[in-house]
């Protein structure tokens, strides 16, 4: 009888630690980095612009930012306001705003959160494509965003929802990774 | 139904790649596509667009079906092929490769089917390649019962080897 008690304490004490570790993964891979109460930033920037150019002189992308907070203990900047803009070798740009960003010292890549949009800039007038999500990472040496969270994509043609994309500036791919779901506008009868 | 194709198409699969440069969406995993009573399920569903419109969708799958109620009141017709090519401006589907499309008790098979939504009228038969004859097609009518069918025999043209002759009657 006594057996019979142990062994379904330790199936209890695996299951919780199962759940724990599920919970952990479930963790976003990019949470805010937590800089202490106390921390102080050891420098501080205002409307922030910074620029980058291709081997041919021209410009690919830019940065901007309100302010900039960095904090050396943590190893990050905290960005307000941030705004990307990135050109593709065929001219085609985008725009991808947020609330709040942060960069790690150690890492190209920047997080954008709160309200990420990104929309194309220079598209026909009958193209425009703007994507909504919570926040994303953008890889500046590729090109590429990338987020696992739920996105929308808005076209005058078409709403789309899915759950993690992966948006290629350089080759003007978009990949929706889980639970795609597209709404083509009926065409107006001739 | 007539009015399916005033309809917003929705299209949901596991994951999808956009590529705006050629306009082209490729859906996969679990592919459905619905337009009004319009259904097509496939594993793989290419869309071409045009300014945004859909022009053309394909999809491909072991095999791809299609169903739609073309007319209130008739049965549901059926189709299924390797490879279904949904023309949305012309309303129609091409069936591809193992094609069979049935209407009430109405069945045809073949390699490549054409169906015109609108007027109901049907192409079968494929291009004989240079000294081939050319694939065979089946076409199997249910003899009429005492009341009248439901649904009217569809109209079929049979392309003459080799070269079909998509015709209207």
Redesign the interface.
């Known amino acids: 009888m006594r057996k019979q008690y142990v062994v379904l304490a330790l199936a209890l004490l695996a299951g919780i630690g199962l759940l724990n570790l599920d919970r952990v993964k479930e963790m976003p891979v990019t949470a805010t980095p937590v800089v202490s109460g106390n921390e102080e930033a050891d420098y501080y920037g205002d409307q922030l612009y910074q620029r980058q150019y291709n081997a041919a002189g021209q410009l690919e992308q830019s940065f901007r930012a309100a302010t900039l907070q960095h904090f050396p203990l943590s190893a990050v900047s905290h960005f307000t306001r941030p705004r990307i803009i990135t050109t593709a070798e065929?001219g085609?740009m985008w725009q991808i705003d947020a609330l709040t960003g942060e960069a790690l010292d150690q890492d190209e890549r920047l997080t954008l959160r709160e309200q990420v949009e990104i929309r194309?800039i220079n598209t026909p007038a009958?193209?425009p494509?703007t994507i909504h999500t919570d926040w994303l990472n953008y890889h500046a040496g590729q090109q590429t965003a990338t987020t696992d969270a739920p996105v929308v994509?808005r076209?005058?043609?078409?709403l789309?929802e899915?759950t993690g994309m992966t948006l290629n500036v350089a080759?003007?791919?978009?990949?929706?990774?889980?639970?795609?779901?597209?709404?083509?506008?009926?065409?107006a009868?001739e | 139904l007539p009015e399916d194709f005033n309809q917003e198409v929705v299209i949901v699969s596991d994951r999808a790649e956009i590529d705006r440069q050629a306009g082209v969406v490729i859906y996969q995993g679990d592919v459905l596509l619905t337009q009004g009573t319009l259904r097509i399920e496939s594993d793989r569903l290419t869309v071409v667009s045009t300014e945004g419109r859909m022009e053309k969708a394909t999809a491909e799958g072991q095999p791809a079906r299609y169903q739609q109620q073309i007319n209130p009141g008739s049965p549901l017709t059926h189709a299924h092929a390797q490879r279904i090519d949904y023309l949305a401006a012309n309303q129609e589907a091409i069936l591809i490769g193992n094609a069979v499309l049935r209407q009430d008790s109405n069945e045809i098979t073949g390699e490549r089917i054409r169906y015109d939504m609108n007027t109901e009228v049907i192409s079968a038969g494929q291009p004989a390649d240079a000294g081939e004859k050319p694939a065979r097609i089946k076409v199997i009518f249910q003899p009429k019962t005492a009341e009248p069918a439901t649904a009217p025999a569809p109209a079929v043209t049979v392309p003459d080897a080799p070269v079909p002759a998509e015709t209207q009657p």
């Open positions: 065929d085609k194309s009958d193209d494509i994509i076209h005058p043609a078409t789309t899915a080759d003007r791919t978009l990949q929706l990774h889980h639970q795609v779901n597209t709404r083509y506008v009926p065409q009868s």
